[in-house]
T-cell receptor, first 109, second 114 residues
Framework: AQRVTQPEKLLSVFKGAPVELKCNYSYSGSPELFWYVQYSRQRLQLLLRHISRESIKGFTADLNKGETSFHLKKPFAQEEDSAMYYCAASGGGADGLTFGKGTHLIIQP | DTEVTQTPKHLVMGMTNKKSLKCEQHMGHRAMYWYKQKAKKPPELMFVYSYEKLSINESVPSRFSPECPNSSLLNLHLHALQPEDSALYLC?????????????FGDGTRLSIL
């Protein structure tokens, strides 16, 4: 069965500290990986996708096929990063997303 | 227009009512999705439409009936729902082909069953 695991339900760090949100996946074939973010009272929105290798809002995520991981990182956390973060996987094309349970990130001043 | 629009934002209905949720996108996307999200849980896939044809039904009870009248619209018809069906219903769309194309989500319809 397709599965996405985010081991941390809650992660609290101080402003300026590095952040790493963990994501591991178990998926047949070559899944496509995404990070979605949901700020308070806002819609779910795409943060990163694995194929583009881009940096958005200072966040990066590297796909490690050997470890089946797609961890999200940011070197210096900012208060506006506080949100719910979901890692998600898809089989591509018009396939649905399988979400992890999410990590609630709190950045303390 | 880069948004997915869902109506209504809130819906309260009794177990014997019939209602519909609507979703619209004008991004030229050919895949549209319905997800159900319970409080403090991740979204769970319900249905996928690809090129206006139902391609995935995740064993959803028949009291939920999806419909895709055209490439821009997606409906979810509700009938005889149960209290446990109270949740946030999210619509999403994506290009439907190509590599690593993301899904764009609407704000959702918050449904309460009395």
């Amino acid at each position: 069965a397709q599965r996405v695991t985010q081991p941390e339900k809650l992660l609290s760090v101080f402003k300026g500290a590095p952040v790493e949100l963990k994501c591991n996946y178990s998926y047949s074939g070559s899944p496509e990986l995404f990070w979605y973010v949901q700020y308070s009272r806002q819609r779910l929105q795409l943060l990163l996708r694995h194929i583009s290798r881009e940096s958005i809002k200072g966040f990066t995520a590297d796909l490690n096929k050997g470890e089946t991981s797609f961890h999200l990182k940011k070197p210096f956390a900012q208060e506006e990063d506080s949100a719910m973060y979901y890692c998600a996987a898809s089989g591509g094309g018009a396939d649905g997303l399988t979400f992890g349970k999410g990590t609630h990130l709190i950045i303390q001043p | 227009d880069t948004e997915v629009t869902q109506t209504p934002k809130h819906l309260v209905m009794g177990m014997t009512n019939k209602k519909s949720l609507k979703c619209e996108q004008h991004m030229g996307h050919r895949a549209m999705y319905w997800y159900k999200q319970k409080a403090k849980k991740p979204p769970e896939l319900m249905f996928v439409y690809s090129y206006e044809k139902l391609s995935i039904n995740e064993s959803v009870p028949s009291r939920f009936s999806p419909e895709c009248p055209n490439s821009s619209l997606l409906n979810l018809h509700l009938h005889a729902l149960q209290p446990e069906d109270s949740a946030l219903y999210l619509c999403a769309s994506s290009q439907g082909w190509g590599i690593n194309q993301p899904q764009h989500f609407g704000d959702g319809t918050r449904l309460s069953i009395l």
